[in-house]
T-cell receptor, first 114, second 114 residues
């Protein structure tokens, strides 16, 4: 079975632009979470979606938004990009929501903002 | 509120030596605890998780961790290091709620000397 997939793998944008990152969860998984990992730091939670509804949000500005589709895939959108948005964006999927559920991470999308 | 603190941003051991990566947690509710590994330019892979079934948790690749409530610790160990263990290791915590938000530590980079 395929694991969590993310696209694109790498992306270069300039300040002020908008970006959309995509994630396909493991088949059968209904929960998708997004994390931002700045170089040299641990991942930070951005969003969790379960059954197409937002179930959790981290301490990120409104420039960050996400959605989950009927097939449980998800998109993360970031508007008005800043240099500080340069990071590895990780998507994780799990069967259901809840802390006991194991989250499986994708390889990430590396975003560079110039 | 929950948090984890990883002691030592960089640990170096000789091949065949004991690996000990330290993690202390803070949680106002009984926690679930995790160790993840991240190889260069890759996403996160779950090594093991503690969900209160047993205080000594065995994971993949010969790693194990012991939950010590009195010390609020969840240190990761491996009896004999292998060159392939060189990677970044993250300790993480989440609560027993309906959300799956994971709080990660800042990471410990493990280097293996030949």
């Amino acid at each position: 079975d395929a694991g969590v997939t993310q696209s694109p793998t790498h992306l270069i944008k300039t300040r002020g632009q908008q970006v959309t990152l995509r994630c396909s969860p493991i088949s059968g998984h209904k929960s998708v979470s997004w994390y931002q990992q700045v170089l040299g730091q641990g991942p930070q939670f951005i969003f969790q979606y379960y059954e197409k509804e937002e179930r959790g949000r981290g301490n990120f500005p409104d420039r960050f938004s996400a959605r989950q589709f009927p097939n449980y895939s998800s998109e993360l959108n970031v508007n008005a990009l800043l240099l500080g948005d340069s990071a590895l964006y990780l998507c994780a999927s799990s069967l259901a929501q809840g802390g006991i559920e194991t989250q499986y991470f994708g390889p990430g999308t590396r975003l560079l903002v110039l | 509120a929950q948090s984890v603190t990883q002691l030592g941003s960089h640990v170096s051991v000789s091949e065949g030596a004991l690996v000990l990566l330290r993690c202390n947690y803070s949680s106002s509710v009984p926690p679930y605890l995790f160790w993840y590994v991240q190889y260069p330019n890759q996403g996160l892979q779950l090594l093991l998780k503690y969900t209160s079934a047993a205080t000594l948790v065995k994971g993949i690749n010969g790693f194990e961790a012991e939950f010590k409530k009195s010390e609020t610790s969840f240190h990761l160990t491996k009896p004999s290091a292998h060159m392939s263990d060189a990677a970044e290791y993250f300790c993480a915590v989440t609560g027993r709620s309906s959300a799956s938000k994971i709080i990660f530590g800042s990471g410990t980079r493990l280097s293996i000397r030949p």
